[in-house]
Nanobody, 124 residues
Framework: QVQLVESGGGLVQAGGSLRLSCAAS????????MCWFRQAPGKEREFVSA????????DYADSVKGRFTVSRDNVKNTVNLQMDSLKPEDTAVYYC?????????????????WGQGTQVTVSS
């Protein structure tokens, strides 16, 4: 089992920045690919960013590419999402997820463990 706890969400004005963190506990963190998803009210959950087990491979949704940066620290057992140039359309609950693979892509079906989510609200 892997337990995931997100933090760092909040209210920010458009153009601002937030840094989300996901702390993992349980099985060795370095064996898991990690991903960030988000879900806005009335919308389906969507992929945001993914990172491989060692941080060497990353992927981003087109809507956040160039604005968001994912990273991980396998010593501190954390994965981070630096969000810059935020837009109102980034408003959502953000979830981190873990998959027991070195790389798991962007499909939510590949991820077995999920955090409880953290709210990000971007005002215009």
């Amino acid at each position: 089992q892997v337990q995931l706890v997100e933090s760092g969400g909040g209210l920010v004005q458009a153009g601002g920045s937030l840094r989300l963190s996901c702390a993992a506990s349980g099985r060795p963190f370095s064996g898991y690919a990690m991903c960030w998803f988000r879900q806005a009210p009335g919308k389906e959950r969507e992929f945001v960013s993914a990172v491989s087990w060692n941080g060497a491979t990353t992927d981003y949704a087109d809507s956040v590419k160039g604005r968001f940066t994912v990273s991980r620290d396998n010593v501190k057992n954390t994965v981070n999402l630096q969000m810059d140039s935020l837009k109102p359309e980034d408003t959502a609950v953000y979830y981190c997820a873990a998959a027991g693979f070195l790389w798991a892509g962007k499909s939510s079906e590949n991820f077995s463990y999920w955090g409880q989510g953290t709210q990000v609200t971007v005002s215009s």
